[in-house]
Nanobody, 118 residues
């Protein structure tokens, strides 16, 4: 199983970006999917998670600005980021709880860099 993240880049404060993360491989189903981020010198933190049924939870610092969604048919999770701030600068990682052919496990994507300039 592989998770491929894309959509990061350089954007000015107040701008928007949309991240995507597609899972591929021997997948029966995917339970929770999520986005985490790691800023320079800081620990990786949860940004948002979404269940297979669409229930979501967000870290307080991005509530109202970011929206997580998923397409179960495409095994893909998205993160729509609006009103970006310089403090949102980080490497963003996707994560998924994947039920494979023989076992269930969590997988991480490779990370995509988001840089917000002031």
């Amino acid at each position: 199983v592989q998770l491929q993240a894309s959509g990061g880049g350089l954007v000015q404060a107040g701008g928007s970006l949309r991240l995507s993360c597609a899972a591929s491989g021997s997948i029966r189903s995917i339970n929770d999917m999520g986005w985490y981020r790691q800023a320079p010198g800081k620990q990786r933190e949860l940004v948002a998670r979404i269940t297979r049924g669409g229930s979501t939870n967000y870290v307080d610092s991005i509530t109202g600005r970011f929206t997580i969604s998923r397409d179960n048919a495409k095994n893909t999770v998205y993160l729509e980021m609006n009103s970006l701030k310089p403090e949102d600068t980080a490497v963003y990682y996707c994560n998924a709880d994947v039920v494979g052919l023989r076992f269930e496990s969590y997988y991480w994507g490779q990370g995509t860099l988001v840089t917000v300039s002031s």
